[in-house]
């Protein structure tokens, strides 16, 4: 059993900064992928950015330049650093982790969700 727990958001006025973290727990192998998602209100849920194999990350056009996703693998951690934060941004942020339970056994895990809210 593997469980996922975010923290880090919050309320932040507009151009302010936070610093969104994922921790997984349980029986983990290894992390494989891993990536941040976010739904705003009535909208759909959208990719914000990944670490892909090989350590490739890859950013949504609207936060390129802002956000940084980063891991560490040692606390089976994933981090998501949110600079220069617009109004536009506020949202639910998902963590989503392909974690190897087993060898030769990858589960795709979602965290329940941070709300970020920004506004003056």
């Known amino acids: 059993q593997v469980q996922l727990v975010e923290s880090g958001g919050g309320l932040v006025q507009p151009g302010g900064s936070l610093r969104l973290s994922c921790a997984a727990s349980?029986?983990?192998?290894?992390?494989?992928?891993v990536a941040w998602y976010r739904q705003a209100p009535g909208k759909e849920r959208e990719l914000v950015a990944n670490?892909?194999?090989?350590?490739?990350?890859n950013y949504a056009d609207s936060v390129k330049g802002r956000f940084t996703i980063s891991r560490d693998n040692a606390k089976n951690t994933v981090y998501l650093q949110m600079n220069s934060l617009k109004p536009e941004d506020t949202a639910l942020y998902f963590c989503?982790?392909?974690?190897?339970?087993?060898?030769?056994?990858?589960?795709?895990?979602w965290g329940k969700g941070t709300l970020v809210t920004v506004s003056s």
């Open positions: 989503n982790l392909d974690i190897k339970v087993i060898a030769g056994l990858i589960v795709n895990y």
């Open positions: 670490i892909r194999s090989g350590n490739s990350t």
């Open positions: 349980g029986s983990i192998f290894s992390i494989n992928a």
